[in-house]
């Protein structure tokens, strides 16, 4: 089973679109092969504003993936100096570090996002980072 970090995007994607990009989301989503991971900082990154707006369909969506998620990366002083870490060899955002580090905390093989190849999560060595983005 591929232990499988789900960036924001991907969920927001899939629970909002009918674009190609959502479509490959669902697909990944819908993997039998895939064992999930997440953070609490996906989970702030999305649910947050779908509550907020009363999207509750969103809600729904985000609510049944995080109970499906099977390694949850445990936050924490640890967790946050090892994104401090990512952030300063690979210039990573606040939340793409603390992502990356949250992967590697559970051992994920992988980080599914739906940024441009050319943003800098992609700079991550230490994980695959595989978008689903079109470009």
Partial sequence: MKV????AGVLIAASRGNTSVARRALEILDDPNRSFAS???VRLEVLPKAKFHKR??????????FRSVDHWAEPGMTLVETALLLA?????????SL???AALAVNASEIITTERR???IHRLTQVKVTTIDSD
């Fill in 39 to 41: 953070s609490v900082f």
């Fill in 99 to 101: 992502h990356g580090a």
């Fill in 56 to 65: 509750a369909d969103e809600v729904s969506f985000y609510e049944d993936y």
């Fill in 4 to 7: 499988t970090f789900i960036d």
């Fill in 88 to 96: 300063q060899e690979r210039g990573l955002s606040a939340l793409d």
């Fill in 118 to 120: 050319d943003r800098p």
